[in-house]
């Protein structure tokens, strides 16, 4: 029987050839967090990561992946919420309807794994997901905000609470799109 590393756990699976690592996770082992959006690797709902990097899941075949290559979804980013960016999300109120929220969160995980400082335009271009509900704004600041607590983590300094974090970053412009 093949078999996934998915969370940190090798887990068995029983999948037809093609069948996408997306439909694995969430019709086989019950991790419902990544979601199905356009099945061909464009809107970013279905993002995970597979060691480390971010990839669309509803064209990845489940049989391409080893074993040995560690695929973490949203419910392997934090326990309880906790990650960085997951705090940051919430702290910013980022999502509206929630539905792309987990691909954007692993998306953004994994562009502040590679650039810990992302710049803007680093930002605009390592997240390519699609919000219907156009919380673009509010996804970089909180880009940013946990790019900030994660390198203050690095050194040593206290990590905000969830309130201070919403109370000394939130500054979005809706009406013209500005920066926050």
């Known amino acids: 029987m093949p078999k996934l590393n998915v969370n940190g756990k090798m887990l068995d699976y029983q999948a037809d050839e093609g069948t996408p690592l997306l439909w694995v996770l969430r019709e086989q082992l019950g991790l419902t967090g990544t979601k199905y959006g356009c099945g ?3 809107c970013g709902s279905c993002t995970v990561h597979i060691d480390g990097v971010a990839v669309r899941a509803c064209v990845m075949p489940a049989s ?3 074993p040995t290559q560690k695929i973490t979804t ?3 980013l934090s326990n309880d919420g906790s990650h960085p960016i997951q705090r940051a999300w919430q702290a910013l109120d980022v999502p509206q309807c929630g539905f ?3 691909g954007m969160i692993m998306a953004a995980t994994a ?3 590679d650039k810990p400082n992302p710049t803007d335009k ?3 271009e390592a997240m390519t997901n699609i919000c219907r509900c156009g919380t673009y704004n509010r996804v970089r600041s909180a880009i940013h905000v946990a790019a900030r607590e994660m390198a203050a983590a690095k050194s040593g300094s206290k990590a ?3 309130g ?3 109370k000394t970053t939130l500054n979005i412009d809706h009406t013209t799109g500005g920066k926050a």
Request: glycine fraction near 8%; proline fraction near 0%; hydrophobic fraction near 45%.
């Open 40 to 42: 061909v690797a464009a």
């Open 64 to 66: 391409a992946m080893k």
């Open 74 to 76: 949203i419910e392997g």
């Open 100 to 102: 792309c929220q987990s």
């Open 111 to 113: 562009l502040i794994k």
């Open 122 to 124: 680093d930002i605009d």
């Open 160 to 162: 905000k609470t969830i």
């Open 164 to 166: 201070e974090i919403g």
